[in-house]
């Protein structure tokens, strides 16, 4: 069984640019949830993915979107960076909605 | 919005020793996860136990669902017990299964 991974590990970008991470979700499931982890808190819920449609979205600005594969992968967009969007993304798979969640080991990004 | 506390914010212990880390909630949930976070920032699932009695080893966790608290006990710590231990509720009122954190205790064992 292959657990879930993402990508990239580590990303610097500029305050304005546009990012795109990755996730693959562990073998079965067909449900992703992203988090955001500032330094010191813990994650903040972003969005979920459902069979390829959103299925709901914590209180995140539209300019955070995302997409999810047939495959069930899933990416995060995040558009004209912030300096204090830099925190560690964490991306979950479940086997269904409200099911026992699995995270990946997370992309930190830092915005200068 | 559902809350969650955890306490304590802090633990440092001594090789050997026993601890609980208790986590309260504001409203009645369909799931609960304790999960540790290593420094590198993986999250590791220990339980999942919205209401019942688990063991895992050293570890062990109870949840009351009727009384809003779970704890976590960790027997005979190591080292490698070290790291931020966080509780997650998904909310009953959510039917997607949105996790809430508490803010974790950061654990500390010395040798």
């Known amino acids: 069984e292959t657990g879930v991974t993402q990508s990239p590990t580590h990303l610097i970008k500029t305050r304005g640019q546009q990012v795109t991470l990755r996730c693959s979700s562990q073998s079965g499931h067909n449900t992703v949830s992203w988090y955001q982890q500032a330094l010191g808190q813990g994650p903040q819920f972003i969005f979920q993915y459902y069979r390829e449609e959103e299925n709901g979205r914590g209180n995140f600005p539209p300019r955070f979107s995302g997409l999810q594969f047939p495959n069930y992968s899933s990416e995060l967009n995040v558009n004209a960076l912030e300096l204090d969007d830099s925190a560690l993304y964490l991306c979950?798979?479940?086997?269904?909605?409200?099911?026992?969640?699995?995270f990946g080991p997370g992309t930190r990004l830092t915005v200068t | 919005g559902i809350q969650v506390e955890q306490s304590p914010p802090d633990l440092i212990l001594q090789e050997g020793a026993n601890s609980t880390l208790r986590c309260n909630f504001s409203?009645?949930?369909?799931?609960l996860q304790w999960f540790h976070q290593n420094p590198w920032g993986q999250l590791i699932n220990l339980f999942y136990?919205?209401?019942g009695t688990k063991q895992n080893g050293r570890l062990s966790a109870t949840t009351v669902a009727t009384e809003r608290y779970s704890l976590l006990y960790i027997s005979s710590s190591q080292t490698t017990d070290s790291g931020v231990y966080f509780c997650a509720v998904g909310p009953s009122t959510d039917s997607w299964g949105k996790l809430q954190f508490g803010a974790g205790t950061q654990v500390v064992v010395t040798p």
């Open positions: 979950a798979s479940s086997s269904d909605r409200g099911d026992e969640q699995y």
């Open positions: 409203d009645s949930v369909n799931n």
């Open positions: 136990i919205p209401s």
